[in-house]
């Protein structure tokens, strides 16, 4: 009897002297798990007491020092929500390098390759994410640069798989709809893209009623994509939504309301922290005949940081309304390079091309 209280004894003497350790090792777990919340909370959200929560519990993981390579990764995607790509690229970078990727880091390194404009890279990395990690995520990506590269029943295709893969997971679901009806909506299939924008607007609100004032755009029924701006305006204010709102008013004839939004994006371009925006504000203060310096200076530094497609087609107009014509039209071939159908995007370019943007 004596026998077994001593080992009984040394067992809790041991778990007793391990408890420190051991608490180490799962306040790194709580804090991980703790980011990895708050990130898919702060995807469309500038909240500061958010990010300042996810600073705070980086700080922790670092300081423990126990959390490599989850740290690296952790740190990425804080930089991808802060439109900081360049520099979750130099994170996860050498993770590939050293072959300590996990489908997460493939992913974030995937989709940091796309917004900085190095697709041929972000394809080899989606392709190692289909033959190794074949899943919803590895769909997803596969079906967006699909799409970027103007294979659109291929992004069908995979977003297809995507769903199916998703299963029960309701917030899945809702993404992956809403990323098919973008490309339902780019490739002139209204009704198929409002039946997904539907499904998901239950799951996902603001997304979804965003998406559906898009549709209604590319149906050339501007006042009801202005009234569904508005509404989400009042809800969410955001200065994409706003600009977003201002088009709608330009298209529907809508002279007050479009001075009314010229009014907010001004003010919002003054007193926002540019990195999140910088896109919006640009594309508005190019149309601005006050604002064009200011809106290439934005341009400018948006491809800097982000070179993608995208941020090509703002420069080019921003260029172009600032009278560097010849430099407009280069960016502006380079904007189509990829071919991907997304016909107001491609009528922009186009309009840039033939001088008249």
């Not at 709580?30 to 600073?55: C, F, N, T």
């Not at 769903?163 to 209204?190: H, K, M, N, S």
């Amino acid at each position: 009897m004596p026998r077994y209280l001593g080992r009984y004894a040394v067992i809790l003497l041991w778990f007793a002297s391990a408890l420190p350790a051991l608490a180490q090792a799962i306040e790194p777990r709580a804090d991980i798990a703790r980011v990895e919340s708050l990130l898919q909370r702060a995807r469309g959200s500038s909240d500061p007491a958010l990010y300042k929560d996810i600073e705070a519990a980086l700080a922790r993981i670092d300081a423990s020092g126990a959390a490599e390579p989850a740290s690296a990764v952790l740190h990425a995607w804080y930089e991808m929500s802060q439109h900081n790509f360049k520099a979750a690229l130099r994170l996860l970078e050498p993770l590939r390098a050293a072959r300590r990727t996990d489908a997460r880091a493939l992913g974030l390194l995937a989709d940091a390759l796309v917004e900085t404009g190095r697709y041929e890279e972000a394809v080899d990395v989606v392709q190692a994410m289909l033959d190794h990690y074949p899943g919803l995520p590895a769909y997803s990506r596969a079906a967006h640069l699909r799409y970027l590269y103007g294979d659109g029943d291929g992004a069908l295709e995979l977003s297809a798989r995507a769903l199916a893969d998703a299963g029960a997971d309701v917030p899945a679901r809702a993404f992956v709809r809403l990323q098919r009806a973008e490309y339902l909506i780019a490739l002139g299939q209204g009704a198929r893209a409002q039946e997904d924008i539907l499904a998901a607007r239950s799951d996902a609100p603001a997304a979804a009623q965003s998406l559906l004032a898009r549709l209604r755009m590319a149906q050339g029924r501007a006042g009801e994509a202005q009234a569904l701006l508005a509404e989400l305006l009042r809800r969410q204010p955001a200065p994409d939504t706003a600009y977003e709102l201002y088009l709608a008013a330009l298209a529907a004839g809508d002279r007050p309301a479009q001075r009314r939004m010229t009014v907010m994006l001004g003010a919002m371009a003054r007193l926002e922290s540019a990195r999140l925006y910088r896109r919006s504000f640009a594309a508005f203060l190019s149309l601005q005949p006050q604002g064009q310096a200011r809106a290439l200076e934005l341009a400018r530094a948006e491809y800097e940081d982000r070179p993608d497609i995208y941020s090509e087609l703002v420069l080019g107009e921003a260029l172009f309304r600032s009278g560097a014509k010849a430099e407009a039209a280069r960016v502006a071939a380079s904007a189509l390079r990829l071919g991907t159908p997304d016909p107001v995007f491609r009528q922009r370019v186009a309009a840039l091309t033939a001088g008249q943007p």
